[in-house]
């Protein structure tokens, strides 16, 4: 257990985790160090890369994280919405940790529809924009997808928006097929 109540699976990466740029939080030192990064002399250092569910304690990380997706949610809605999940069977959310550090988080969730057979459905998958391909996405998914498969069902399905072509490419290099386009029409209360 890990000190927020949550499983921790240890899970060393096959590719080393390292950090784009060492300063996050600046987007212009960040596109700086990127433009120029093949003069830059890479740094080893070595992290730890854990996987475990999420806990209440990962509010404010999944919020800002969230932010990257242009998702604006405040820690207290982010931790509401946790208190509900952490309350339901039929949802699983895992967080990707460097260094105890969270840079990553996935939801999904069981669904019943009358016109087809249970599956399970990605609702959200976020990683640190500075750790992206390196891995993190597609071992959260395998958290989802082991999760799926204690629920005994045989499909695993991911929403994913029209715009997000790279988000597309990642998807299908993990084996997702594209099955249908479709719109959302939404009818507030």
């Known amino acids: 257990m890990d000190e927020g109540g949550g499983e921790v699976d240890k899970i060393e990466s096959s ?8 300063f ?14 093949s003069q830059l002399i890479p740094l080893a250092i070595p992290m730890t890369l854990t996987f475990r569910s999420i806990t209440l304690a990962d509010a404010e990380a999944l919020a800002l994280l969230s932010l990257q997706f242009g998702y604006k949610v405040r820690k207290t809605e982010m931790a ?11 949802h699983c959310g895992f967080v990707a940790c460097v260094d105890a550090q969270v840079v990553g988080w996935v939801h999904g969730f069981y669904t019943l529809r009358l016109e087809s057979a249970p599956f399970v459905e990605i609702g959200g998958l976020v990683v ?43 998807y299908r290099k993990l ?10 029409f939404d009818l507030l209360l």
């Open 24 to 37: 996050l939080g600046h987007p212009g030192i960040a596109s700086m160090l990127n433009r120029y990064r």
């Open 175 to 184: 084996g997702f097929a594209e099955s249908k386009e479709q719109k959302v």
């Open 128 to 170: 640190e924009e500075n750790l992206r391909g390196q891995g993190i996405g597609r071992q959260l998914i395998m958290q989802v997808k082991a999760w799926a498969m204690e629920k005994s069902v045989s499909k695993l399905r991911v929403r994913c928006h029209t715009s997000r072509v790279e988000t597309h490419t990642f």
């Open 80 to 90: 509401e919405r946790i208190a509900q999940l952490l309350a339901h069977q039929e």
């Open 15 to 22: 590719l080393p985790v390292q950090p784009r740029c060492l």
